[in-house]
């Protein structure tokens, strides 16, 4: 019996932590991997600067969103995360690559 | 799509759309009255008459200014046009030696501006904020920093994109179920009611809640901006190319005739007028900004003319724009929908009155669906009475605080000092009191008493309209000046609307419960499609 309940507690608390790290997934580190690749396209579209910024831009809502959607379409709350965070950290490596080679106006 | 991958959306689309629905609900209602924005700047305004020669009004605005601000650093004029409740003139005058004068000039232009009446001469009409409140409660609400109210839109239309998204996936069978209208079958009809709304304009919720991001994604998403540029205002000085301010000369020339100058720069645009911007005036250094209205191009990237002031010589125009700034110029215009022409204008304001059912439905349906698993259905547990009670002061308490506001508008009187504001009190006076029935009434009650009395006062402005001001609806039926009148209409229709919703709420019986729990599982259990809308608890 005791086993039984300790373990519907544990299987609750890890619920809990999966829906949590979905959210943290979906809000705080969604709108943080999409302004990411805002910048990263915003670096690498082609053409005008001005341009380049603009649309990049106009794309990260839809970024966003889908960030947000994939939190909690992946099979768990640590994958989500963890996908989530890599595609940040190659954004920001892309990013960070192209402002030192070129610099910024 | 996988059974798991709609569950798995289920969730997102049911807590993103309630936690944020109240201010989607409010946002969405002012959006979809300031379609009719100068619509309703004139019909606030029943004093003032219609414009019908928009360059008569012009040279009444410059000689007001010319007498009245000649050595003003500016003045600014809105195109008198047959849609505006006379042309608004603003002047700035010269900057005090000595003060710095601000980036974009001072805000406290109150006492700075008049109103150009259809016979040219200056105009006084009630004060009012007409329909531009509407217009700016959209984005930024009140009694709140602007930009605090920015953030909140903007992450509630954030939400309302993933709500929408997730909502698509959610909904198996989409197009099927906009089919199905189930009446008077309680959770099932709410549902079905949610879908109908929701798929009728689907492409009108997308399309308003992506634009409505691109109108604020300077403050939103500038990211992209600070990758590319150092110093932001540098992109903004490229997008929003502007004619160099020349400094005053102190040499009086007289200022040319303006409506020669918007003559010409209507030819050269293409298209009507929206604003002159006169620089310098009376100097020889003035200079006049001709920008096109926004009422007849999609983007609202307007291009814009630069006339010497002395002469009409023109001196500069406003470059082309690039593809992106095109692109998010006309999701701008889109939202804006000022580019619609009345038709038009009536599916923005019917899709806007979906999203706001849509909204509505919505958050109805979070308690409907919860009401008949609580375990005492005479008890609830917090969370249900809270959303219970916000939906009745918000979905219930805002359209009757905007009765209110229409009739504080026919009512205050003229006089009275500080009335725009008083208008705007009585909005939140009678949203206060919708709180108050809120909480004070058991909730099929308070929704009658409130949808009841938002129908009443709605349907029954357009009878005083009749007989105390001399725009009543058989007159401006007459004078065919069909938004007045139309105006009249949709508020007779919709008044019309709550009173009947209330009625329905007023004499709906719930079937006992007993009788309705096992049908409602067995329909469960053979249509997978309702299981799938359960969210995942």
Known sequence: MTTATGSSHANAWRRRGDMTLRIVAAVPLGYGVSSLWAMALARLLPGDRAEAAVAATLVAFALCAGAAMWAFAARSGWRAFWTLALAGILAGSLTWMSISASGRL | ?537
């Open chain 2, 1 to 537: 799509m996988s059974k798991s991958f709609r569950q798995s959306q289920s969730f997102l689309h049911t807590w993103s759309g309630l936690l944020l629905g109240w201010v989607l609900f409010v946002i969405f209602v002012a959006g979809t009255m300031a379609f009719w924005r100068e619509g309703l700047n004139r019909w606030m305004r029943p004093e003032v008459a219609r414009i019908e020669q928009p360059y008569t009004v012009l040279a009444g605005a410059q000689r007001f200014l010319q007498s009245k601000a000649l050595d003003a650093k500016g003045w600014s004029i809105a195109m008198p046009n047959e849609r505006v409740a006379g042309a608004q003139v603003y002047w700035q005058p010269q900057p005090k030696p000595g003060k710095d004068e601000g980036r974009r000039g001072r805000r406290g232009r109150r006492d700075n501006q008049a109103l150009i009446g259809a016979d040219g001469l200056p105009t006084i009409a009630r004060e009012t904020r007409g329909g531009d409140f509407f217009y700016r409660f959209h984005f930024d609400l009140h009694y709140m920093p602007v930009i605090w109210a920015r953030w909140l839109v903007g992450v509630a239309a954030l939400a309302m994109l993933v709500a929408i998204l997730s909502g698509i996936v959610t909904h198996k069978k989409i197009f099927k179920d906009f089919f199905t209208l189930r009446r008077a079958k309680g959770q099932r009809s709410w549902l079905d009611g949610h879908n109908a709304t929701a798929v009728l304009t689907l492409p009108f919720h997308l399309m308003i809640t992506y634009t409505g991001l691109v109108t604020l994604m300077a403050m939103l998403m500038p990211w992209a901006v600070v990758a590319n540029y150092a110093d932001p205002d540098a992109l903004y000085d490229q997008l929003f190319p502007r004619f160099e301010a020349q400094e005053r000369t102190g040499m009086p020339m007289p200022l040319t005739d303006i409506g020669g100058v918007v003559r010409d720069a209507e030819r050269r645009l293409d298209g009507p007028v929206g604003s002159i911007n006169v620089a310098e005036p009376g100097d020889a250094a003035a200079t006049i900004t001709v920008t096109r209205a926004a009422s007849t191009m999609l983007s609202s990237r307007t291009p814009s003319l630069t006339y010497r002031g002395t002469d009409g010589a023109l001196l500069w125009q406003s470059p082309a724009p690039g593809g992106a700034s095109v692109t998010a110029g006309a999701m701008i215009g889109l939202h804006a929908g000022r580019f619609a022409d009345y038709g038009l204008r009536w599916l923005y304001f019917l899709c806007g009155i979906g999203g706001t059912l849509m909204v509505a439905s919505g958050l109805v349906l979070w308690t409907v669906k919860r009401r008949e698993k609580l375990p005492d259905p005479e008890r609830p547990h917090f969370g249900f009475r809270l959303v219970e009670w916000l939906n009745i002061a918000v979905v219930g308490g805002f359209p009757l605080g905007i009765a209110a506001m229409f009739w504080a508008n026919r009512l205050l009187p003229l006089a009275l000092k500080g009335r725009a504001d008083w208008e705007i009190l009585a909005l939140f006076i009678a949203w206060g009191l919708a709180l108050v029935a809120a909480s004070g009434l058991r909730a099929t009650r308070a929704w009658v008493v409130l949808l009841g009395a938002t129908g009443a006062l709605l349907a029954t402005i357009p009878v005083y309209n009749l007989w105390a001001t001399p725009r009543g609806l058989v007159a401006t039926a007459m004078q065919g000046d069909f938004v007045l009148a139309g105006i009249d209409c949709a508020l007779v229709v919709v008044g019309a609307g709550f009173l009947a919703t209330a009625w329905r709420v007023a004499s709906y019986r719930p079937a006992p419960k007993r009788a309705r729990k096992r049908p409602t599982a067995a329909a469960q259990a053979t249509t997978p499609g309702l299981q799938v809308m359960e969210p995942a608890e």
